[in-house]
Every structure is written in structure tokens, then in C-alpha cells.
């Protein structure tokens, strides 16, 4: 599968001095992040905060606006675009799995094949790349069936697989560990993380799971609306002595 978007890109998501307010509520104050090319990311928050991450991926996706601050995708500010465009930007450069979006009277095939569809693609063009994509993630032989008669495991996979379709150089995700047995969400991160990586998509994901954060290659905590960039440890042989 080879779906390149019109858009001219620099791979990177800038976002810097975002406000996000919730029911006249601020919970994220001023906050800076930028993702780049094929990186993962993961934004962790629990307590309190547990909800900030996926508010936060929510703007950086174009689905919510700031109280202030700027996002910019390629040379695009989303917070300066109309819905329509940013809803097209979304369709042809960023895949988004932030909620339980997986329709469930539609069959498997067509559920991922629908940003395609939206997307001005004929049938027969969107459901083929929707048949790779279902070989890709491990669904093979499963098209036909609608969500609801799939294993967890399988109808996360949907869904992500859904945000993957159109090839995106950006996937914004919530972290679908949580309806997951442990093994399974290991096993749903492997697949969806290395088809990221194939395709070459930088990733974002919001969570409240450690495990899952730990997946990525750099991470970000939100502590009391405070969005922080989690260290990396390295163990020196002499810590060990």
C-alpha cells in the first residue's frame, strides 16, 4: 500500500504555549511539545490530570482549539484554519484514534476504508488499500464481520487500523491498553507501532498506562496542568558496583 498525501510536510508537529480549558477550568497551562519525524510519543497523565492528555491530543489533532497558543503541522497553524480545513488536513496527513470511533454497523472492511471514502476515493480504490492494510495488521479474513462480534483485541485493531489507512505522516491515538487484557495490549502496541514505523508515521499517544509510555521513544507527563518532559535514565556500569 502507497497513498502519498498532497501536502507538502516538514514531518514535524510544533505546538508551543497552548492553554486548554475545560469547563471553565484550565488543566494544561502554557504548554510546549514538537514531534518529529517518525518519533513516538507518548503524553501520560493519571489523578487528577488523567484526562489532560487526551484534551491535549484532541487540539494537537485539529478536533479542538486552544484557549491560546499555536499548533503548526507542516506550514499549517490549526488554530488559524476553518473546520473544513482542518478536517481535510486531518483526512490526508493526520490519522486520529482518540475515541471509540469504530462504526458498529459497518462491516470491518468498510469501517477502514471510510476516511478514504470521505476522502473522494472510489469504492473499489478504498476498500483495496483497506484489504492491504487488513493483511498488514493481522485482520485478515475478518472484513465482513461487523465490531461487535470481534475480540477486544481485534476491534482495537480496527480502529487504529482505520487512523492508518491513508498512509498519515502524523497518528494521534489514545492508548487502547486500558479494554485490554496485558497481553493483548502488548500485542495491539506491537502491531500498530511497527506498522508506524513501516509507513514511517511519527506517533502520539495519550495514556494513563507507564508501560505503554515506556514504549515510546520520548515521553511527557502532565503534573498539576504542567506539561513535563520525562528524563531518561542511563544506568552507568559503575551504578551497578
Request: glycine share 8%; hydrophobic share 45%.
Amino acid at each position: 500500500m502507497s497513498i502519498q498525501s498532497p501536502l507538502t510536510v516538514s514531518g514535524v508537529l510544533v505546538a508551543q504555549d497552548l492553554r486548554v480549558v475545560l469547563d471553565g477550568h484550565e488543566v494544561l497551562h502554557g504548554a510546549d511539545l514538537t514531534v518529529a519525524p517518525g518519533e513516538t510519543v507518548a503524553v501520560l497523565g493519571a489523578g487528577p490530570d488523567a484526562e489532560t492528555p487526551h484534551l491535549l491530543c484532541r487540539v494537537l489533532a485539529g478536533l479542538a482549539l486552544p484557549a491560546s497558543g499555536w499548533v503548526h503541522r507542516g506550514s499549517h497553524d490549526l488554530t488559524r484554519l476553518s473546520d473544513a480545513r482542518r478536517s481535510a488536513l486531518r483526512r490526508r496527513d493526520i490519522g486520529v484514534a482518540l475515541d471509540n470511533g469504530v462504526l458498529p454497523d459497518l462491516p470491518v472492511l468498510e469501517n477502514i476504508a471510510l476516511p478514504l471514502l470521505l476522502d473522494g476515493y472510489s469504492h473499489r480504490r478504498a476498500v483495496s488499500h483497506a484489504v492491504d492494510l487488513l493483511d498488514h495488521v493481522g485482520l485478515s479474513g475478518r472484513g465482513a464481520r461487523r465490531p461487535d462480534t470481534l475480540s477486544p483485541r481485534d476491534h482495537a485493531l480496527v480502529g487504529l487500523a482505520r487512523a492508518l489507512v491513508t498512509a498519515p505522516h502524523l497518528v494521534v491515538v489514545a492508548d487502547p491498553s486500558p479494554r485490554l487484557t496485558e497481553a493483548d495490549a502488548a500485542d495491539v502496541l506491537d502491531v500498530f507501532l511497527g506498522h508506524c514505523a513501516r509507513i514511517g508515521a511519527a506517533v502520539l499517544i495519550a495514556t494513563e498506562s507507564r508501560a505503554t509510555a515506556e514504549r515510546c521513544s520520548r515521553r511527557y507527563e502532565v503534573r498539576d496542568g504542567r506539561l513535563v518532559r520525562s528524563p531518561e535514565v542511563h544506568y552507568a556500569p559503575q551504578a551497578l558496583l
